[in-house]
């Protein structure tokens, strides 16, 4: 007993580090992660809510810990591994009035999403024929793009980060005649990270062209001038910072139609994090004092919606030695309509003026998303099973299409093979993915579009602003993950 809660406390302790070091790229149902379990990701999760095979029922539906037997464990991690980086033709104008605008010069970013280590653990136990507790961490939410120093949209977008692990203590009650339920709650832990460069070019060009035709200048030299102002100066770098806790509940249902079929319902409901940290702008330009720069920061608040959602699944024997699963799944992400930074100092801080307005405003106004589930196992031998499973993901992201998360609908295709040793009872699972996406998502990100949609932004000299990033992103993406499990 001792050695078995020894191999159980370095476990969670590994879990729950892991999940905190590592970020995870995501560009898929927005910022939720698919890869919690390398059982459920054989079949691409299809069916999860109603095939309760191992200790990771805590998550996929808290039902069906009723049918598992004694004390359950199962652990693993994935890796998940998604490319993405603008095509050629990427640009950005920069924030200045004119005709003659200034193109933002750089590169397309490279790279910006790096592999990705997502670890989980669940645990269930058998109290009574009735009665069943379990408990599970894993990482529901995750989102890591990151660009390069140079990128050409630097002015939009830089490093976008957000880490997220949840504790889920679970119980379920069974009426001894194939239906049970199951409650739970997610207490999830999240920090959050945006980071972009700020462009100063309108106010480094109005103000160089009036002290140049102070000084006795023509029109055509002080544009000139102000124009190597703008090139010469330094970009200001905001960097935000926070973190927040929150709960979300769940409650399943599971229900035994025939021997061979049953039913599973799972629903979960929303919340909000409010990511509370720290903003600070480096290399801000002291007014009044050319060459001088300084850092601002202000304690800021960044409120985030996490969906609810809703999933439904079923698991039938077809044969005895093949079955098919199906399922799906509905998020309410049309709650996430905006990226607001909110300053927690009534405006009496260093960066913004006005008590109660958002520092900054993204319009995201995404639209809730359906992901439709198919596998199905193949009992091969009675220790071998072979899996295969298909999902189509819709994206949240709809109309309006940043550099933070370029995506687009996808496929998802799984394989996967389970080992399992009756009498020991230890098994293994492995499975491998990839994600299809169905075009290459392409979009003209405008700060009037974003910073109010429904008017055009002013610059200081009443002119519009005509700043923007153009690009066409290549998006491709694959993942792997083992998991081994043991009942005792």
Sequence with gaps: MHHRSSVLTRAVRFTTLAALAAPASALAGGFSLNEQSASAMGTANAGAAANPENATTVLF????????????????AAVLDIDAEAKEGAEARRNLPGPAPIMADGTRGGDIADPAILPNLYLTHEVSESIDVGFGVHA????????????????????????????????????????SMGVGLNLIYAEGRLTRYQDLAGRIYQTASEQAQLGGASPQQADQIARQAVSAAQDPYADIEGDDIAVTFRVGFLYELTDRTQL?????TGTELNLKGDAEIRNFPVPGQPGMSTTLSEKVEVPLAIPESATFGIRHQLLDDVTILAGATYARWSRFEELDIYSREGGNGQISSISGDPITHVTEKWKNTWQFNLGSVWQATPQWALKAGYAWDESPVDQYLTARIPSSDRHWLTLGAQWKDAQSGWAVDAAVGTLLFTDDPSFIERNY????????????????????????YDLS???????VSKSF
């Design 61 to 76: 539906n808290p039902a069906g810990m009723s049918q598992l037997s004694g004390t359950n464990i199962s652990f693993g």
């Design 477 to 483: 993406a694959w993942s792997a993950a083992i998991e």
């Design 264 to 268: 599973g319902l799972m629903a979960q």
């Design 449 to 472: 579009q974003h910073e109010n949609p429904d008017q055009v932004a002013r610059l200081s000299n009443g002119a519009e602003d005509p700043s923007y990033y153009s690009a066409e």
């Design 140 to 179: 529901p939410y995750g989102l890591a793009a990151d660009y390069e120093d140079d990128f050409v949209g630097r002015y939009f977008a830089d490093e976008t980060e957000l880490t997220a692990i949840a504790f889920t203590p679970s119980v379920s009650v069974s009426n001894g005649q194939g239906l």
